[in-house]
């Protein structure tokens, strides 16, 4: 573990001042080690408070501790503080050949991307971008409903660790309050031999603690937390999110992407070959198709692509 991060844990543990004698003491370091230590810590959006005499105090703010998610879920965790994208650094651990499942993180990522190829904001202080990697060897038939089931586990983690209430907007985007926090990107790689899926990438990027953003998605857009000091960590919530999709049976998880919908029995419109259409959100598949029954009365099942809530 860095010297940074036994700081923070001291830091985080206490609800008072740390003195510098007492850190220096406790990690066996100098005091310019310990004043490296707190400027690292703020350079990565930690809030630190330092009076003299009373040494620090830690106000906001957390870091990603692999090590401690990883002993947490019982498989590997990689963090990547100069990533380009989660997607590409699972991607490349499939190329070492690394263990699944395996979780790659990201304090930042330099070229986030969604569905369809859209730009993802992220923001150096206070998100959560992570992508597991699975291998699933099974027949696309087969395959489990990952995306409502990784959906699922949001909200059911967000409500477990904080009593806060997040919706599912079909098919891959958190709500909550009606802005987005969160969106996921699964990606399938299969084998021509065999026809199977060889190996699923699951990406997530959430806002967790995040008080500013772009103009353009100002309206859109939300943070978990915002002006308020979040009262648990990025590593709980990431911990908390894996152990219950690992955990949860798939038809229970399903049964939570159901309730948590924030689409059935809306307005929807959305476009199929070319032609738009305008419908009432009727029905989620446990594979998660949506079934809208258009206003001339047609039902249409949609596998993929994406709706646009008419109201509220």
């Known amino acids: 573990m860095k010297t940074y991060e036994r700081v923070y844990e001291i830091l985080a543990k206490s609800p008072d001042f740390v003195t510098?004698?007492?850190?220096?003491k406790e990690l066996g370091i100098s005091r310019t080690a310990i004043w490296k230590a707190i400027q690292s810590l703020q350079d990565q959006g930690v809030v630190i408070t330092s009076v003299r005499k009373k040494g620090y105090h830690l106000e906001k703010g957390d870091i990603l501790l692999s090590q401690e998610i990883s002993k947490q879920l019982?498989?590997?965790?990689?963090?990547?503080?100069?990533?380009?994208?989660?997607q590409l650094d699972a991607k490349h651990g499939m190329e070492r050949q690394?263990?699944?499942?395996?979780?790659?993180?990201?304090?930042?990522?330099?070229?986030?991307?969604?569905?369809f190829e859209r730009h993802f904001h992220t923001s150096p202080h206070g998100g959560i971008y992570m992508s597991i990697h699975l291998k699933p060897n099974c027949h696309f038939s087969e395959l489990p409903p990952y995306t409502m089931m990784v959906a699922a586990s949001i909200v059911k983690a967000i409500q477990r660790l904080t009593g806060i209430d997040t919706d599912i907007k079909w098919v891959n985007d958190i709500y909550l309050n009606n802005k987005k926090i969160a969106g996921i990107l699964t990606e399938a790689i299969s084998s021509i031999e065999s026809g199977c899926i060889t190996d699923v990438i699951i990406g997530v990027g959430l806002n967790f603690s995040i008080s500013d953003f772009p103009e353009e998605i100002a309206t859109k857009a939300t943070s978990l937390f915002q002006n308020e000091r979040p009262t648990i960590t990025r590593n709980q919530l990431i911990s908390e999110i894996w152990k219950l999709f690992l955990t949860i049976p798939t038809t229970d998880l399903v049964k939570v992407y159901k309730e948590k919908s924030l689409?059935?029995?809306k307005q929807v419109t959305f476009e199929q070959s070319g032609k738009p259409y305008s419908g009432i959100a009727k029905e989620i598949g446990d594979k998660g198709q949506l079934l809208v029954l258009t206003d001339d009365g047609q039902e249409k099942w949609l596998s993929a692509g994406e709706v646009s809530l008419t109201s509220w």
Do not use: H, I, W
């Not at 510098?20 to 220096?24: A, K």
């Not at 993180?105 to 569905?115: E, F, I």
């Open 20 to 24: 510098g004698e007492s850190l220096t």
């Open 74 to 86: 019982n498989f590997p965790v990689y963090f990547n503080p100069d990533s380009t994208s989660t």
């Open 98 to 115: 690394d263990p699944a499942p395996s979780l790659y993180l990201a304090s930042n990522q330099g070229s986030a991307k969604g569905r």
């Open 263 to 265: 689409v059935l029995d």
